[in-house]
T-cell receptor
Framework: AQRVTQPEKLLSVFKGAPVELKCNYS??????LFWYVQYSRQRLQLLLR??SRESIKGFTADLNKGETSFHLKKPFAQEEDSAMYYC???????????FGAGTILRVKS | GAGVSQSPRYKVTKRGQDVALRCDPI?????LYWYRQALGQGPEFLTY????????KSGLPNDRFSAERPEGSISTLTIQRTEQRDSAMYRC???????????FGPGTRLTVL
């Protein structure tokens, strides 16, 4: 079965502090992993995907198959990073997404 | 062009009524997905289409739920004889062939009284 776990419902940090949003997954094959973000009053949108190995808005995420994790990191949080973040898994290219429950990131000034 | 649109944005209905939720994908996007999101949880897959063909409906919770995409563009998710437990945000997403990014609409907030 496919499963995504985000253990923290809320992560509160000060501006300029490092951020790590945790994501663990369960899947027997080779998964595609994604981070989606939802800013206040906006729709869900893709932040980054593991296959592109890119950095978006200063965020990076590395797929660790040994630990079945895909944690989202940013070295210095900004207030505009405050949002809901969802980790998602796709077992097959272009197929359905399995989402975690989400983590609210709150960046305080 | 315009992004994925959904209508209505909000729907309040009484238990036992049927509702139809509409999704208009990005023009040219072959794949269309429906998700349901309960409060405090992540989106949960319901069904998806490639063109007009329903490829996977394993996420539909019971036979009160159905979806169609007759011309390979606009899709309708229908819930018959609504129940209070159907209250949720219903999200639609579309995807271009050859890519893995799903683009989401604003969602329809369904409340069943």
């Amino acid at each position: 079965a496919q499963r995504v776990t985000q253990p923290e419902k809320l992560l509160s940090v000060f501006k300029g502090a490092p951020v790590e949003l945790k994501c663990n997954y369960s899947y027997s094959g080779s998964p595609e992993l994604f981070w989606y973000v939802q800013y206040s009053r906006q729709r869900l949108q893709l932040l980054l995907r593991h296959i592109s190995r890119e950095s978006i808005k200063g965020f990076t995420a590395d797929l660790n198959k040994g630990e079945t994790s895909f944690h989202l990191k940013k070295p210095f949080a900004q207030e505009e990073d405050s949002a809901m973040y969802y980790c998602a898994l796709s077992g097959e290219y272009g197929n359905k997404l399995v989402f975690g429950a989400g983590t609210i990131l709150r960046v305080k000034s | 062009g315009a992004g994925v649109s959904q209508s209505p944005r909000y729907k309040v209905t009484k238990r036992g009524q049927d509702v139809a939720l509409r999704c208009d994908p990005i023009s040219g996007h072959v794949s269309l997905y429906w998700y349901r999101q309960a409060l405090g949880q992540g989106p949960e897959f319901l069904t998806y289409f490639n063109y007009e063909a329903q490829q996977d409906k394993s996420g539909l919770p019971n036979d009160r739920f159905s979806a169609e995409r007759p011309e390979g563009s606009i899709s309708t998710l229908t819930i018959q004889r609504t129940e209070q437990r159907d209250s949720a945000m219903y999200r639609c997403a579309s995807r271009m062939v050859g890519t893995d990014t799903q683009y989401f609409g604003p969602g329809t907030r369904l409340t069943v009284l």
